[in-house]
């Protein structure tokens, strides 16, 4: 099975406090990923440690590169750094955020939107079993 994985990594969104944990995640799921026999070329990091902010373009770019693969059959989508639920609705925070709305991914609304692609999509989130 071809897979892919989109690791984004924001230890400093807006003005809320700095995540130190967030670069060792990014590290470990590095490991994680070579440990699936996910290939680096299928591996895409997007983080601040560079103090570059982390856009949605970013995201946005990294995934539909990897939905572009003929063969790709799994796409994993990773996030590390600061979350809020608003309305039961969980959002990811961007550099940008919360200062920013259009800084902050909508995790249902992305699911969604997979659900139609063309990669086949489980609807699984981090935490849930497995099937």
Not at 22 to 35: I, K, Y
Request: proline share 8%; aromatic share 6%; net charge negative.
């Amino acid at each position: 099975m071809e897979r892919a994985i989109v690791v984004i990594g924001v230890q400093q969104a807006g003005g809320l406090p700095l995540l130190p944990a967030v670069e060792g995640a990014v590290e470990a799921l590095r490991g994680w990923a070579a440990g699936q026999g996910i290939p680096p070329d299928h591996v895409a990091e997007i983080t601040d440690a560079d103090h570059r902010p982390v856009t949605a373009d970013m995201v946005f770019d990294a995934v539909s590169a990897f939905t572009q693969l003929p063969t790709l059959e799994q796409l994993v989508i990773y996030f590390c750094g600061h979350g809020i639920v608003n309305n039961r609705n969980e959002f990811w925070l961007l550099s940008a955020a919360p200062v920013n709305p259009n800084a902050a991914v909508n995790v249902a609304k992305s699911a969604d939107l997979a659900s139609t692609g063309r990669i086949p999509h489980n609807g699984r989130r981090c935490g849930q079993p497995s099937e």
